[in-house]
């Protein structure tokens, strides 16, 4: 399963979270440049992950938008593995 995390920089606690629970393929896009406003989301994203610590609004409004039309789930956290886990226990559908 694909997920899409959106924001934050160093993410490796957060990539090792995902993959220990079943996302296998995880796509990062860092959100800093107001450029990445013209990326398209991955057709296979099944579940973006917005890290709100660093991330450029105009790409947040975007992203959510663009999740919507597709019927992807979007979870909003600081960029925290601890944090993710807190939003995925509360959220058990989510985890496989």
Not at 46 to 54: E, F, K, S
Not at 78 to 93: G, M, P, T, V, Y
Request: charged share 20%; proline share 2%.
């Amino acid at each position: 399963m694909t997920v899409l995390i959106v924001g934050g920089d160093r993410i490796s606690s957060i990539m090792k979270y995902l993959a220990q629970n079943g996302f296998n393929d995880i796509l990062h896009w860092d959100a800093r440049r107001n450029g990445n406003t013209h990326r398209f989301m991955p057709q296979s994203a099944r579940l973006v992950v917005i890290l709100i610590n660093y991330l450029n609004h105009g790409m947040a409004k975007k992203i959510k938008r663009d999740a919507e039309e597709l019927g992807v789930p979007v979870l909003f956290s600081k960029n925290s593995a601890s944090e993710l886990s807190q939003i995925f226990r509360a959220d058990k559908h989510l985890i496989h």
